[in-house]
């Protein structure tokens, strides 16, 4: 039997409590079994007369948890467009790219992550193949297609009014919702997705589109199967109804007024902001050739609703860290850390607490509370050493080249592998035939 002994390091555990220096973390298995004092590890009281305790001085490195990315869109493939995801992604390219990109949330130091809709039902597939050892990634949790009403959500017209596209799924009516809901259930599914808002092309913002009734059906009917409800929510009303209706998690939950966080209070659902894509766009589009245009809604969309969470937060509500990954403006393995910088510079809250929001309150998302998220004996061994002290400043979780082990279910993950690569295949992504109208006046004046 052989034993890992993490000897010398940093030892942040994920519960919030201050770091520990020199503290010693031993690996049997899956899991961790002890820390604490190294000397005693060292000895001959572990295991027994056949053990080999292995060492790993990471003497000056800091030990923490994996981190847990509670919103991920696993089978999106990084679109730069709706238009490309919902008409230009095959369903078995898609669980190939899927597979093919998975690799790079471990090389991330993503031990765990919630995917809560995708293309085609691939995540359940995802997920197990996973579990099974044919796909290398982090442990998964995953909901199948997003249940939309047919006003749709964020893709306009490009839903259809019955059946499925891309990540959607139309439910016309109650009796839809409850069928719906138990057929992902028996496909697999580990928790419901409903999307709860949606954009009217002829108005601004996104305005709830599910009646309190609907939500309930489905809430009533996942619940009794002893599966969780997830939604999104873009509007106060809708995350006020979804919190009565018994959703367990409300992604971003924008402009959240008093009387829905009294229902989220209430109702013990967890909140996940999700701010990660709109701070990219806020902050770095233009980098990445987007235009300027939603840059300011944005910014204020994070102020306003960064100011609920903060009260949300201090009222004992469960905050979870989602990085929206999947999209070309948060590709994967590079943006899994963001939230926490925007929890530290948007909700005032210190590095330490937004860790814990990314680790052990990640738990609440894979529905795996006291099994990961901290360091602590009998916890699953997911566990980062990483060369820096996230204490002082979260953004160095996103520096890759800082990552010196990372474990996952307690297997050593070789980060010496090149990163993923691969070329675009042909129409899969699509191009736009200008950027302006090529009018007289361009050519001529
Ligand atoms: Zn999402």
Same mark, same amino acid.
């Given at each position: 039997?052989?034993?890992?002994?993490?000897?010398?390091?940093?030892?942040?555990?994920?519960?919030?409590?201050?770091?520990?220096?020199?503290?010693?973390?031993?690996?049997?298995?899956?899991?961790?079994?002890?820390?604490?004092?190294?000397?005693?590890?060292?000895?001959?009281?572990?295991?027994?007369?056949?053990?080999?305790?292995?060492?790993?001085?990471?003497?000056?490195?800091?030990?923490?948890?994996?981190?847990?990315?509670?919103?991920?869109?696993?089978?999106?493939?990084?679109?730069?467009?709706?238009?490309?995801?919902?008409?230009?992604?095959?369903?078995?390219?898609?669980?190939?790219?899927?597979?093919?990109?998975?690799?790079?949330?471990?090389?991330?130091?993503?031990?765990?992550?919630?995917?809560?809709?995708?293309?085609?039902?691939?995540?359940?597939?995802?997920?197990?193949?996973?579990?099974?050892?044919? !796909?290398?990634?982090?442990?998964?949790?995953?909901?199948?297609?997003?249940?939309?009403?047919?006003?749709?959500?964020?893709?306009?017209?490009?839903?259809?009014?019955?059946?499925?596209?891309?990540?959607?799924?139309?439910?016309?009516?109650?009796?839809?919702?409850?069928?719906?809901?138990?057929?992902?259930? +028996?496909?697999?599914?580990?928790?419901?997705?409903? #999307?709860?808002?949606?954009?009217?092309?002829?108005?601004?913002?996104?305005?709830?589109?599910?009646?309190?009734?609907?939500? +309930?059906? !489905?809430?009533?009917?996942?619940?009794?199967?002893?599966?969780?409800?997830?939604?999104? $929510?873009?509007?106060?009303?809708?995350?006020?109804?979804?919190?009565?209706?018994?959703?367990?998690?409300?992604?971003?939950?924008?402009?959240? *007024?008093?009387?829905?966080?009294?229902? !989220?209070?209430?109702?013990?659902?967890?909140? $996940?902001?999700?701010?990660?894509?709109?701070?990219?766009?806020? *902050?770095?589009?233009?980098?990445?050739?987007?235009?300027?245009?939603?840059?300011?809604?944005?910014?204020?969309?994070?102020?306003?609703?960064?100011?609920?969470?903060? +009260?949300?937060? *201090?009222?004992?509500?469960?905050?979870?860290?989602?990085?929206?990954?999947?999209?070309?403006?948060?590709?994967?393995? #590079?943006?899994?850390?963001?939230?926490?910088?925007?929890? !530290?510079?948007?909700?005032?809250?210190?590095?330490?607490?937004?860790?814990?929001?990314?680790?052990?309150?990640?738990?609440?998302?894979?529905?795996?509370?006291?099994?990961?998220?901290?360091?602590?004996?009998?916890?699953?061994?997911?566990?980062?050493?990483?060369?820096? *002290?996230?204490?002082?400043?979260?953004?160095?979780?996103?520096?890759?080249?800082?990552?010196?082990?990372?474990? $996952?279910?307690?297997?050593?993950?070789?980060?010496?592998?090149?990163?993923?690569?691969?070329?675009?295949?042909?129409?899969?992504?699509?191009?736009?035939?200008?950027?302006?109208?090529?009018?007289?006046?361009?050519?001529?004046?």
């Amino acid at each position: 039997m052989t034993l890992t002994l993490l000897r010398g390091g940093t030892v942040i555990d994920g519960t919030g409590t201050p770091p520990r220096p020199d503290t010693a973390l031993l690996i049997d298995g899956d899991r961790i079994v002890g820390l604490g004092d190294a000397v005693s590890y060292q000895g001959k009281n572990v295991g027994g007369a056949d053990t080999h305790v292995e060492v790993l001085d990471v003497t000056g490195l800091t030990v923490m948890p994996g981190l847990i990315d509670s919103h991920c869109h696993i089978t999106l493939g990084e679109p730069a467009s709706n238009d490309e995801l919902f008409f230009h992604r095959e369903p078995a390219f898609a669980a190939m790219l899927a597979a093919f990109n998975v690799k790079k949330l471990l090389l991330a130091g993503v031990t765990s992550f919630l995917d809560a809709d995708g293309l085609y039902n691939i995540g359940p597939a995802l997920r197990d193949a996973i579990e099974s050892g044919m !796909v290398q990634g982090p442990t998964m949790r995953s909901g199948g297609y997003a249940l939309m009403t047919a006003v749709g959500g964020t893709a306009g017209r490009m839903i259809p009014d019955e059946g499925t596209a891309g990540y959607a799924e139309v439910v016309r009516n109650r009796d839809e919702m409850v069928l719906a809901t138990r057929r992902q259930i +028996k496909q697999g599914a580990d928790v419901i997705k409903i #999307h709860a808002t949606g954009a009217i092309p002829t108005k601004t913002g996104e305005v709830a589109v599910w009646t309190f009734e609907e939500l +309930k059906t !489905v809430c009533d009917t996942a619940h009794d199967l002893g599966t969780r409800v997830v939604a999104h $929510c873009r509007g106060a009303q809708s995350t006020r109804d979804a919190a009565k209706a018994g959703v367990d998690i409300i992604f971003h939950a924008s402009y959240m *007024d008093d009387s829905a966080l009294e229902a !989220v209070l209430e109702s013990g659902s967890a909140l $996940c902001p999700v701010f990660t894509f709109l701070a990219n766009l806020a *902050d770095h589009g233009p980098k990445a050739g987007s235009t300027g245009a939603a840059q300011d809604v944005f910014r204020s969309e994070m102020e306003q609703t960064g100011a609920m969470m903060r +009260k949300a937060y *201090d009222s004992g509500v469960p905050l979870l860290c989602g990085s929206e990954s999947g999209f070309s403006l948060t590709p994967y393995g #590079h943006w899994h850390h963001r939230e926490m910088e925007v929890f !530290v510079e948007h909700l005032g809250l210190s590095p330490l607490q937004a860790i814990s929001c990314c680790t052990a309150n990640g738990a609440i998302a894979l529905d795996q509370v006291g099994e990961v998220g901290t360091l602590q004996a009998g916890r699953r061994a997911d566990v980062l050493v990483l060369d820096g *002290d996230p204490s002082r400043d979260v953004s160095i979780l996103g520096d890759k080249g800082r990552l010196r082990h990372v474990f $996952c279910r307690g297997e050593q993950v070789d980060l010496s592998v090149p990163w993923p690569q691969r070329q675009p295949l042909r129409g899969e992504s699509v191009s736009s035939w200008s950027a302006v109208a090529l009018t007289w006046d361009l050519v001529n004046r």
